[in-house]
């Protein structure tokens, strides 16, 4: 992998990362394939929109289907029929999303699976090699996140426990990847200057190929995470990737991007297409409302998706109201489609020396 960076506009940056199935044009939003799909998509509809990267996660793999099957199955690229990059989250999510069915002890974390309540146990080390049998291009250490807001305690243990694992998760992954994968650290620290100050310091000292800023968008007010990220970054070498993890709404994303993020993913787009609400030029819509019953009007025909411009409000409306799985399908496509469209006016604009201006007019819609 390498990572070019082609333009700067005050802190915003556009840039190029090729992996071993392609480029991710950067600033890059990432659709969220957890179990190897994005939900109520097809991958052809995900490429169709631009999206060139999605994220599985290594702790839902590892339970259904399992790791070996994929990997006997020839990977998860070619599992869920996605020719693009792939990037895996560690399961160091799940640490703090699934508190109450795991243990965490300094050489590892044992889950308890929300499946079938067996027990699994992934240790940095495994979790390397889960993520090498699943293919991904890019991967992520195993890590602790901590809620937002915790007491300091809590934040600089997890900061000392994640550095230790990702030492252990460098080190198993140099041992073991085939040329071309790659992996990033996540900078840890909740809020706390001195504690992303200090996680920052110890990755750079065992060296990643690209480096995340986790534990963020877990309860924080958005300007206590943009504070926390235009501390950090500057910490963080030019030369290599930085990925928001989590992160967000259109306003979030044009915030981070401003202050030099490079790399993003949520499940709010297609969770909220999944709920009847679309993301558009006009802001949030919800097409429950009764207001929407007999526009004619597509959704949102900027948006260069068939979701977007080739059905009516009215129509959306109605598959919302009688609960067709097609109205998830349809608002999913368009509210990644919106996003992509998002992160390439970002693009364009930051290569132009327009970025103010056009994210002006992105927070005159969305705040």
């Known amino acids: 992998m390498t990572f070019s960076l082609l333009a700067t506009d005050g802190t915003a940056r556009r840039g190029r990362l090729t992996t071993p199935h392609g480029t991710v044009e950067t600033p890059a939003f990432m659709p969220v394939g957890t179990q190897g799909t994005v939900k ?24 259904r ?15 869920m029929r996605w020719e693009r990059t792939i990037l895996t989250d560690s399961g160091g999510f799940q640490v703090m999303s699934l508190s109450e069915l795991r243990r965490i002890d300094p050489d590892g974390v044992t889950f308890r699976s929300h499946v079938d309540g067996s027990m699994h146990r992934l240790t940095p080390e495994s979790a390397v090699d889960i993520q090498l049998k ?17 007491p300091p305690e809590a934040v600089a243990r997890a900061v000392t ?13 140099l041992e073991t990847a085939p040329a071309g994968r790659q992996q990033f650290g996540i900078v840890q620290g909740g809020t706390d200057a001195s504690e992303r100050a200090r996680s920052a310091e110890g990755l ?33 070498p030019a030369d290599r ?21 490079d790399m993003f993913d949520c ?24 207001r929407f019953r007999a ?9 260069n998706c068939p979701a977007s411009r080739d059905y009516s409000r009215a129509y959306l409306h109605h598959l919302v109201r009688v609960g067709e799985p097609l109205a998830m399908t349809l608002l999913s496509w368009h509210n990644i489609a919106f996003y992509q469209r998002l992160m390439a006016s970002l693009r364009e604009a930051i290569a132009a020396g327009r970025f103010e201006s056009v994210a002006r007019q992105w927070r005159a819609v969305w705040g």
């Open 267 to 290: 499940v709010m787009p297609t969770r909220a297409g999944r709920h009847g609400v679309a993301y558009t030029s006009e802001g949030r819509l919800n097409l429950k409302n009764a």
């Open 40 to 63: 109520a998509m097809q991958t052809r509809d995900v490429a169709a929109t631009g999206a060139e990267v999605v994220l599985g996660n290594t702790y839902h793999l590892m339970l």
């Open 65 to 79: 289907p399992g790791a070996e099957r994929v990997a006997a199955l020839g990977g998860l690229h070619a599992f």
């Open 161 to 173: 426990l994640s550095l230790d694992w990702a030492a252990r998760a460098r080190r198993a992954f």
């Open 134 to 150: 699943l293919g991904s291009d890019i991967q992520m250490q195993l890590d602790e996140c901590v809620a937002l807001p915790a």
């Open 204 to 236: 750079l000292a065992v060296g990643f190929d690209g480096y995340a800023v986790g534990g963020l968008a877990v309860g924080e007010p958005q300007a206590e995470m943009f504070g926390t990220v235009a501390a950090t970054l500057p910490r963080l």
């Open 295 to 303: 526009d004619p009007e597509p959704l949102d025909p900027a948006t």
């Open 241 to 261: 990737p930085r990925y928001l993890m989590g992160v967000g709404t259109p306003s979030d994303i044009v915030g981070a991007v401003e202050r030099g993020i």
